[in-house]
């Protein structure tokens, strides 16, 4: 038996030779030590040798690309051999004693045949089929009679094999795109390449080229190394893995790792989306319709539709006409169809350079194509695939299958660029400029592909794109201003007291005072959310954004559109619902829904520490915050939260009311109930990194006096313990905004000094180290109220 400890670190093709000898000796083996049957009267002399069996390999091993730590798939052939059985345990033990997984069956070649053609994954494995030792000749009438059947039962089996891709597709998503892929199973991973290979078989499209070879190869490489690193069974590119694999591919880091995987994968996608268009276009093609004419309608110059394909006139002069790309591409795009694979080809070879700036007509088309909304991105998809896009934008290489390892981004960077084009063409009638609107959605994450902030960098990149397409200057600094300030509204928006004033003028500030301008960042901040997910543009953010584009339009002295909200407050006080208590000492709870959550207001008596204490009392009812907002008049506070229920229960007024009064009473312990409660959901500090504190003093107005920015990692209870620890450094809450990004916090206070005194640089070491503290789960005593602060007012802390 040969070193099988051995067989992860040896090249691909040693391994197959290593196990194609093993196997052979163990099948040698079993017919030297099978005994033959006895020979029957008159009957032929009973077989020996190999005659009439064949040890066959299907699955990696048939292809001879067995991975490491693999299992093997083999199928024992016969011709009604009687000792076969024996013959098969002889050949079987030997591999489990081994250690190695075994998928196995004995088969005549019609039992095999008729397996592979009522069940689609058997059929798709015997197409592999390898002899690897025995009867030769029996291996191949299995190989041929396998293919026949798979030929005649195409039109049954391949629609199976289709809706078993789509899904595991739906189930596992798409290589392109994933953070960690299964480069197995993904769509567009390893079992893409093999279905190609079945689809060819049954000659409904061509063999998979040469190109596309290596493509398969590289992932199976990607996957082969994964194994050896480690040392077990599977397919899914864990990020721990992803530096040390590609250091051993001669790889500079994870993230060019990632970038290839997903060229890979775009690739073969691309390949099998073309190739399944094409089996169904020809399983539903009547046999008598194969020989008429196909209608040729016009389209646009120079393009016709054939069929579902958009594909060249017949006077169309692709080595003269620099237009007929993107002409084309548009066409096809408004007609929610692809142009064909040939005329992709025609056009990568024959067309020319487009002058610079670009003639007003290609510009014309190419809006037009982006416009087109959702059926342009697999049109763009073609373009890009066949070096086409890149030779109308040279700077789109640059983010082409660039990864994003943020986790609300579900696409890589150029994808995401597309999909917020097809967003903002839903948009465009809600603009002036629906032209700058597109080229800004295509092009403002276009700085990804440069160092540092992306939205400084992609500024002047995306400026020399509009000039080089032919817009004015006033547009080109506008197109240059809208990629630079594409998350000024979110971030504001979600980040600052939008009712600060402060907050507005700084808004207006920044954008010029261009009411144009504003109306283009809104779209803009809409079309990105959408494009990068659920999570990234909640119903939350974007009420928090129209409300912020609301009190900048009449900061402006634009008209605010029906549309638009109207400036009011967006955390106000809710009626009350519930109130504990008497006079002065009443706790009042009033809850209201509002978008994509909650808006809780509770009224307590005024008292150091008050808002750590509601916090606590929201965690503990599984209510996340994500603004909050405090007015104190006459010794009482009146605390907004805008919230969102953990597992979707609403809050209950009656329920929190109890709570805080428990809390204010110390009845109800807090700290010990969140640490347990973080204890039961297995929140800990497992996720390594630094805590970071931040000051803003620029940017506020009015009572508070800075802005404290806390980013640290998310857990139970987080809100509570940081605002205990502001409390305890004697600093008042008076507003919050509170954002969670995957598993990350981002937590913006507004706070002051209830004495009047300024945060000095003594007080602002001492608050960051109690915030540091905090994030790592230290809850700090109660505060001391202040005489002096308390007879000037005290505002909870």
């Not at 493509?215 to 590119?237: C, S």
């Not at 209201?592 to 606590?616: C, H, K, N, W, Y």
């Amino acid at each position: 038996m040969p070193d099988l400890g051995s067989l992860p670190d040896l090249p691909r093709a040693e391994r197959v030779r290593v196990l194609d000898a093993w196997l052979g000796g163990l099948l040698a083996d079993a017919v030297a030590g099978t005994p033959p049957p006895r020979q029957r009267r008159g009957g032929p002399p009973p077989r020996t040798g190999t005659d009439g069996v064949a040890l066959v390999a299907v699955g990696s091993l048939g292809r001879r690309e067995p991975p490491p730590h693999g299992d093997l798939d083999l199928v024992l052939v016969h011709d009604g051999r009687p000792e076969v059985a024996a013959l098969a345990d002889a050949v079987w033990y030997p591999i489990w004693d081994a250690g190695v997984r075994l998928d196995h069956s004995v088969r005549t070649v019609a039992e095999a045949v008729a397996v592979a053609s009522t069940d689609v994954k058997a059929g798709l494995g015997l197409l592999d089929a390898r002899l690897v030792a025995g009867d030769a000749a029996l291996a191949t009438a299995l190989r041929t009679a396998t293919l026949a059947s798979w030929r005649q039962s195409a039109a049954r089996l391949l629609p199976q094999l289709r809706d078993l891709r789509r899904t595991r597709a739906r189930q596992v998503g798409e290589l392109a795109f994933l953070l960690e892929p299964d480069l197995k199973e993904a769509y567009g991973g390893l079992r893409e390449g093999q279905v190609l290979r079945a689809v060819a078989a049954a000659q409904l499209v061509d063999e998979p080229s040469a190109e596309l070879g290596e493509v398969y190869a590289f992932l199976l490489d990607v996957r082969d190394e994964l194994r050896r690193r480690t040392g077990r069974a599977g397919d899914v590119l864990v990020r721990q893995e992803q530096r040390p694999v590609a250091a051993a591919l001669g790889l500079a880091d994870e993230d060019q790792l990632l970038r290839e995987v997903s060229l890979a994968g775009r690739r073969l996608a691309f390949v099998a989306d073309d190739a399944w268009r094409r089996v169904e276009a020809a399983l539903v093609r009547r046999p008598r319709a194969r020989h008429r004419r196909v209608r040729r309608e016009p389209l646009a110059e120079g393009v016709v539709r054939q069929g579902d394909e958009v594909v060249l006139a017949r006077d169309a002069r692709p080595a003269t006409d620099p237009g007929l790309v993107l002409r084309g591409a548009a066409a096809a795009a408004r007609a929610d169809l692809l142009l064909s694979p040939y005329t992709l080809r025609v056009l990568a070879v024959h067309s020319p350079p487009v002058p610079e700036p670009w003639p007003a007509e290609v510009r014309w088309w190419f809006l037009r194509l982006l416009a087109s909304g959702r059926a342009a991105v697999p049109v763009l998809e073609q373009l890009d695939q066949e070096g086409l896009l890149a030779r109308f934008l040279p700077e789109w290489d640059r983010v082409r299958s660039l990864p994003q390892r943020h986790p609300w981004h579900r696409f890589t960077v150029d994808r995401h660029l597309v999909e917020a084009a097809a967003a903002a063409a839903e948009l465009t009638h809600d603009v002036d400029r629906p032209d700058l609107l597109l080229v800004a959605a295509l092009l403002h994450d276009v700085g990804k592909g440069w160092p540092g902030d992306h939205s400084v960098a992609g500024e002047p990149v995306a400026a020399a794109v509009a000039a080089r397409m032919g817009f004015s200057d006033a547009d080109v600094a506008t197109v240059g201003t809208l990629v630079r300030h594409h998350l000024l509204l979110p971030d504001t928006a979600t980040r600052r007291d939008i009712d600060d004033p402060a907050t507005i003028d700084r808004v207006a500030t920044t954008i010029g005072e261009d009411p144009q301008v504003l109306q283009l960042l809104h779209a803009l901040a809409q079309a990105d959310g959408a494009a990068t997910s659920a999570s990234a543009w909640s119903p939350w953010k974007a009420h928090l954004v129209a409300h912020l584009v609301a009190r900048v339009q009449a900061r402006l002295g634009a008209p605010v559109t029906a549309a638009d909200p109207e400036p009011d407050p967006v955390l106000h006080p809710t009626e009350p619902t519930v109130s504990q208590g008497e006079a002065a000492g009443a706790v009042t709870v009033g809850v209201e829904d509002v978008a994509d959550g909650q808006q809780v207001t509770i009224g307590a008596p005024d008292r150091a520490g008050l808002f750590s204490g509601l916090a606590g009392v929201l965690a503990l009812n599984q209510l996340d915050v994500r603004a909050a907002k405090v007015n104190v008049v006459g010794g009482r506070a009146t605390a907004v939260f805008a919230v969102r229920p953990r597992f979707g229960r609403a809050p209950q007024p009656t329920i929190l009311a109890d709570a805080v009064r428990a809390a204010l009473e110390g009845t109800l312990p807090l700290a010990e109930r969140l640490r347990q409660r973080e204890a039961d959901y297995r929140q800990g500090d497992g996720r390594a990194g630094t805590p970071r504190v931040s000051w803003h003093d620029s940017e506020v107005s009015g009572e508070a006096t800075s802005i404290v920015e806390v980013r640290a990692a998310d857990r139970a209870g987080l809100l509570y313990r940081l605002t205990a620890a502001l409390a305890a450094e004697g600093l008042d809450v008076t507003s919050a905004r509170i954002e969670t990004l995957g598993a990350d916090a981002a937590d913006y206070f507004y706070v002051c000094n209830p004495a009047g005194r300024p945060i000095d640089a003594g007080q602002r070491a001492r608050v960051e180290a109690a915030l540091v503290a905090a994030t790592r789960g230290a809850v700090p005593d109660p505060p001391v109220p202040d005489p002096v602060a308390a007879g000037a007012g005290d505002t909870p802390g």
